[in-house]
């Protein structure tokens, strides 16, 4: 069991920036990917970043040039470094966490808040 904790979230204007942190305790260990999710109000949830383990990262075409995704391994922590914030980039955010060996599942935080006005 892995337990994901984010914060970070706010309300910040147009240009500002943000970090985001998700925290995770437990079987860390069993961990393959991290991610960062949002969900805006009356939308899909979609995919804004992805580590692994190795350290290989991926963004949706959205976001890339401003956000940045990391890891620090000592601390347990991922983050979400976003810059350049836009009023679309308002959701919830969520921090997940890909298990699994022949199979895929998801430990996943309960969301923070971000809002970006213009």
């Known amino acids: 069991q892995v337990d994901l904790v984010e914060s970070g979230g706010g309300s910040v204007q147009t240009g500002e920036s943000l970090r985001l942190s998700c925290a995770a305790s437990g079987s860390t260990f069993t961990i393959k990917t991290w991610g960062w999710y949002r969900q805006a109000p009356g939308k899909q949830p979609e995919s804004v970043a992805t580590i692994t383990n190795a350290g290989t990262t991926t963004y949706t075409d959205l976001v890339k040039g401003r956000f940045t995704i990391s890891r620090d391994i000592a601390k347990n922590t991922v983050y979400l470094q976003m810059t350049g914030l836009k009023p679309e980039d308002t959701a919830v955010y969520y921090c997940?966490?890909?298990?699994?060996?022949?199979?895929?599942?998801?430990?996943w935080g309960q969301g923070t808040q971000v809002t970006v006005s213009s």
């Open positions: 997940n966490a890909a298990y699994g060996s022949g199979y895929t599942a998801y430990y």
